[in-house]
């Protein structure tokens, strides 16, 4: 059963009061979004594909790319993706290999070539094991899966610019070593992922949804 994407994960609540108790700052940043919280996807494709089109882009100009991607597939399913033309995609600001990307996704999924029912079962370094096998998924995509699909509450995407940009106006006032980051991460186990989307909101209000 695909989970209702009006609900938060079970665990968000419980994961709001300890940070909070333990962590000041975050205390604050969770107090100025109230109303706000992780929306769940329960298509595994469509987590994916928004993942590949927010690689190495700003929040903004990928919502910008998928609201374009969107309306040209019109629904993003496998089949669809597959029916589009590489102009098509190009023309709604994909580069080329994100084109190759998506197209080898959706070409794997209609083929039977991954196996979506397994990954709930499995822990987080399994599945991004799994995922990372496919072309155009590194680790951060693999994690924004983690996270926004599987709803897994201990992901922590150390690759990820916002992560690491609102770490530092909100703990350090310069760039930290990614040793720094590492260790301020430990404090926050086991919500990891709950800090890191606080910590996005920190920098961006709108959440954003994958």
């Not at 709930?120 to 951060?140: P, Y």
């Not at 106006?169 to 430990?186: Q, V």
């Amino acid at each position: 059963m695909k989970p209702d994407v009006k609900l938060k994960p079970d665990y968000w609540d419980k994961a709001k009061r300890s940070l909070s108790r333990r962590d000041p700052a975050m205390a604050a940043i969770i107090r100025r979004h109230p109303r706000v919280h992780l929306v769940p996807r329960g298509e595994a494709f469509h987590t994916l594909a928004r993942a590949i089109v927010g690689q190495q882009i700003s929040v903004a100009a990928a919502q910008s790319v998928w609201n374009k991607f969107l309306g040209v597939a019109l629904e993003i399913h496998p089949e669809k993706i597959l029916g589009l033309k590489p102009i098509q995609m190009r023309a709604c600001g994909l580069s080329g290999r994100k084109c190759e990307y998506i197209s080898d996704l959706a070409r794997r999924f209609a083929d039977g070539h991954v196996h979506v029912h397994k990954w709930s079962g499995m822990d987080d370094e399994a599945v991004i094991e799994d995922l990372t096998q496919v072309r155009g998924i590194g680790r951060w995509t693999a994690e924004m899966f983690l996270m926004f699909n599987l709803l897994r509450p201990d992901v922590f995407p150390l690759d990820d610019l916002g992560l690491r940009k609102g770490i530092q106006l909100a703990y350090f006032k310069r760039k930290p070593a990614l040793s720094s980051i590492r260790r301020l991460g430990e404090t926050w186990r086991p919500y990891r992922s709950v800090a890191t989307w606080y910590l996005w909101r920190s920098l961006d209000p709108v959440p954003v949804e994958y």
